[in-house]
């Protein structure tokens, strides 16, 4: 019997209204790795009504107190950092060491938010009249709704929930189908940090129609949404409608910049981390190399050359480099890019096919695929294909190489290799990403720093972390006080106080 997991709302572990569950899969085994509930709209209105009741006592609680039950539950990940990695690598797939990389975001998030619990920095600014005070100070929304993929399902939720927390929001949460056993874990550690009822609720299910019911809600605020450019593109327009203020976290299509006076060995080793690590599923992977023409042909060859001898299988095993896909649509996706390549005549250097070798059979495996000669404008250099494939395109020069970087319809990340000091600087000035790397791959934010991109990728909002976050999740509010006693008109008032 497969272990059945459930909603969290208002303190309580429930099951779906109708009862109806779903299965999570091992993409590397097939094996079930439990079955949770499949929420519709009523369990969403009972969440959100759960987070309504119990926000006026959420904000009302001092930023500290709240932190330091973000600092606890930051804790508790940190000690069950094993666990939840390796849960975390049979549910989503990837390899144990990454999996292990996420967890630990979420320890850095936490760590970082609780600190933000004696910060929550406002302004405080002159005024233009005498005896008056002007300061602006930051309040939570009310009930937020997050929406969260399966790439990053520790990490990303850490993102959204930590400073939704710290500022005094209340929340709803769904994730991803493929990974909800991962999302109760995670939930069960604020419960036994001492979050009050109420305060996070969880509902899993499908994106139709427990993600949609969260984004209908009247209660609902704030929709913080990562994810794919279409579904992001669809709840946008769906809040503008409602007049919900939105943050998008969507798709990249990465590119690391190699010009002929690069350090080639150090360049290979991030081309080969960014464009495979978690088999290519991260928003921030490197699918395109943009290489100029000297050294074109070796950095081709070199890359085809450890791409082929990447071991696939489970991320469990140490032998194990490359993870499997998501699921079996995934496989189909990338591979109708590789007959894409194909067809638009790029060349085909390694991999291009399914792994169905021994054990992955039992799972959803693709080979490591290299093109070359790919041209600026192909399909296959333009759009997300979310898996191990990997584009090389050739440049002029760095000019070129920026041009092309900064041409598609996407703007997360970008790297450049160069030994030359004043083309590095020259890039970090022209290249048109939200994050942008000097000599490393494409892949490795910090929380410290905003994480999110420009163009598609999003809608100028940051999550991830740095100061900007707290923007997502509260509003500013002005405040003048006037200790003068008198009336004093701004703007109006001021002439008379120039002698
Ligand atoms: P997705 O298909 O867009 O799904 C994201 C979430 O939205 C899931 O929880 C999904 O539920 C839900 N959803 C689907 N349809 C919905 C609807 N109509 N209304 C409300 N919610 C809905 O994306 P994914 O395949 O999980 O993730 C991969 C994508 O995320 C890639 O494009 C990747 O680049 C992007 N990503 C971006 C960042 C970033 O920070 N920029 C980080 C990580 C990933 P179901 O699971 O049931 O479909």
């Not at 099951?15 to 091992?26: D, I, L, P, Q, V």
């Not at 119990?54 to 666990?83: C, G, N, S, Y």
């Not at 069960?188 to 899993?204: D, M, Q, R, Y």
């Not at 999110?452 to 006080?481: A, C, M, Q």
Request: a negative charge.
């Amino acid at each position: 019997m497969a272990q059945e997991y459930f909603n969290y709302i208002d303190g309580k572990w429930v099951a779906a209204a109708s009862g109806k569950t779903f299965a999570s899969h091992n993409p590397a085994t097939g094996e079930l790795v439990g079955r949770a509930p499949e929420s519709e709209a009523q369990d969403v209105a009972r969440a959100v009504e759960a987070a309504a009741r119990a926000f006026e006592k959420w904000r009302k609680t001092p930023a500290p107190r709240r932190a330091e039950i973000i600092h606890a539950a930051a804790d508790l990940v940190r000690t069950r950092k094993q666990a939840l990695g390796e849960l975390l690598t049979r549910e989503m797939g990837k390899v144990l060491s990454e999996a292990l990389g996420d967890v630990q975001e979420a320890v850095d998030m936490g760590m970082y938010m609780a600190g933000e619990g004696r910060r929550l920095n406002g302004l405080l600014v002159p005024s233009e009249l005498p005896n008056k005070w002007a300061m602006a100070v930051r309040d939570p929304l009310g009930v937020v709704g997050i929406i969260t993929p399966w790439n990053f399902p520790i990490a990303v939720p850490s993102w959204k929930i930590f400073p939704a927390l710290v500022t005094g929001n209340t929340l709803v949460w769904k994730p991803a189908e493929d990974t909800p056993v991962l999302a109760v874990e995670f939930v069960k550690i604020f419960e036994e940090a001492g979050l009050p009822p109420g305060v996070l609720n969880l509902v899993t299910g499908y994106g139709v129609p427990a993600g949609e019911a969260l984004v209908e809600h009247p209660q609902v605020k704030l929709i913080s949404f990562t994810g794919s450019n279409e579904i992001g593109k669809t709840i946008a327009i769906r809040c503008a409608q409602l007049g919900k203020r939105v943050s998008l976290e969507l798709g990249g299509k990465n590119a690391i910049i190699v010009l002929d006076d690069a350090d080639l060995d150090l360049a290979l080793d991030g081309i080969i981390w960014s464009a495979f690590g978690t088999s290519g599923q991260r928003c921030t992977a490197a699918s395109r190399v943009i290489v100029t023409p000297n050294v074109h042909t070796k950095l081709a060859e070199s890359i085809a050359d450890r791409a082929a001898k990447l071991r696939l299988g489970n991320g469990l095993l140490p032998t194990t480099d490359v993870g499997p896909l998501i699921n079996q649509d995934a496989v189909t996706k990338v591979h109708h890019y590789t007959d894409i390549g194909r067809g638009e005549g790029a060349a085909l250097l390694v991999g291009g096919e399914r792994g169905t070798e021994g054990d992955l059979a039992h799972g959803h495996f693709y080979k490591p695929t290299v093109f070359d000669r790919v041209l600026p404008t192909m399909r296959l250099a333009q759009e997300e294909i979310f898996g191990p494939s990997l584009a090389i395109i050739r440049a002029r020069d760095i000019d070129d190489a920026i041009r092309i970087n900064n041409s598609v319809n996407f703007g997360l990340s970008a790297s450049i290799y160069t030994s030359n000091v004043n083309k590095a600087f020259a890039a970090m000035r022209d290249v048109t990403t939200g994050i942008v790397y000097i000599n490393a791959g494409t892949i490795g934010s910090e929380v410290q720093l905003p994480f999110g991109g420009t163009r598609g990728t999003g809608n100028g909002h940051r999550e991830g972390g740095g100061p900007p976050v707290l923007d997502v999740f509260t509003e500013w509010k002005s405040i003048y006080v006037d200790y003068s006693g008198r009336l004093q008109r701004a703007q109006i008032d001021t002439d008379s106080l120039v002698q």
